[in-house]
Nanobody, 124 residues
Framework: VQLQASGGGLVQAGESLRLSCSGS????????IGWFRQAPGKEREWVSY????????DYADSAMGRFTISEDVAENTVYLQMNSLKPEDTAIYYC??????????????????WGQGTLVTVSS
């Protein structure tokens, strides 16, 4: 079982990136998928979540209105579209799969499988 996060890069403030999370040996449709990020010197923080049963989505306040989580079931891939990027979005972004309870979708301990991370750098 493996998750692969990709799509990071260096962009200027205001630009966009689309991150991908693909599964190997894991059908993402049946799992709750979370995106987390960790900036240098900071703790890992939750960014977004896609529920497994009804496809509900949720976003951290910092991502609301700028980021969109979506899925291509045929490609077994979950995406995080990030628009209007800011320098404070600079971080390593991780995707994770789990079955968190509704009240704990933001908790990293609820996720079983993690991708290796992809670096997003936003210059001012």
């Amino acid at each position: 079982v493996q998750l692969q996060a990709s799509g990071g890069g260096l962009v200027q403030a205001g630009e966009s990136l689309r991150l991908s999370c693909s599964g190997s040996g894991l059908t993402l449709e049946g799992w709750g998928i979370g995106w987390f990020r960790q900036a240098p010197g900071k703790e890992r923080e939750w960014v977004s979540y896609r529920g497994s049963r009804d496809g509900t989505t949720d976003y951290a306040d910092s991502a609301m209105g700028r980021f969109t989580i979506s899925e291509d079931v045929a490609e077994n891939t979950v995406y995080l579209q990030m628009n209007s990027l800011k320098p404070e979005d600079t971080a390593i972004y991780y995707c994770a799969a789990g079955r968190p309870i509704t009240s704990a979708t933001t908790a990293s301990r609820m996720y079983y499988y993690w991708g290796q991370g992809t670096l997003v750098t936003v210059s001012s």
